[in-house]
């Protein structure tokens, strides 16, 4: 198994790792994570700032083992399916708990979810013909906005909670705009597959 995905493999495990660190009622099994209280008016629990360091080292690896493997000429079918795993479960498994605890609203993993399926099920069409439909910019701007969007929710907003603004939650919902853009724009470079002959 090569470098980039050893790295992918890294990821799918620490996903699992933080989905199971949040969804687990800790408190139930007499585990308490403490919350401290930042500017004295933040409670910031413990066990959202670890999942959040967690969320950030998954998410460089994503950057990293992608480069490496096309630096390298190390791209596999293994590691493109497994990528892609690697960054539903990541990034869907930790939406819907987001919204589950109440940090975003219940719109953003149905729409951002819904939008997976779609697209994938326009890249699946399109490879099985042969056509290979390309990421595009605002695709790739949606991911960029999702991660930062979601990493600083887990990091409560900090530092820009201390002034008053959401940034973390704003990036999510431009991320979700741009989910359902990006979505059109697969459809179109992908609408010649579904033309009957």
Known sequence: MNLPNKLTIGRIITAIIILIMLIIP????????????????????????????????AALTDFLDGHIARSRNLVTDFGKVMDAIADKVL?????????????????IPVIIITRDI?????????????????????????????????????????PFELIGINIGYALMIIATILSVISACEYYYNAKDTFKAK
């Open 26 to 57: 800790w408190d139930n099994l007499g585990i308490v994570f403490p919350t401290f209280q930042v500017a004295g008016r933040i409670p910031v629990n413990l066990k959202y700032i670890i999942a959040g360091i967690l969320f950030v080292l």
């Open 118 to 158: 779609f697209v994938d099920s326009f890249k699946m069409a399109s490879g099985k013909k042969g056509k290979v439909v390309a990421a595009s910019f605002t695709g790739k701007a949606k991911t960029m906005c999702m991660m930062i969007g979601m990493a600083l929710t887990m990091f409560y907003n900090l």
């Open 91 to 107: 990034v869907n498994g930790l939406l819907i708990i987001l919204a589950y605890d109440g940090f975003i609203s219940i719109a």
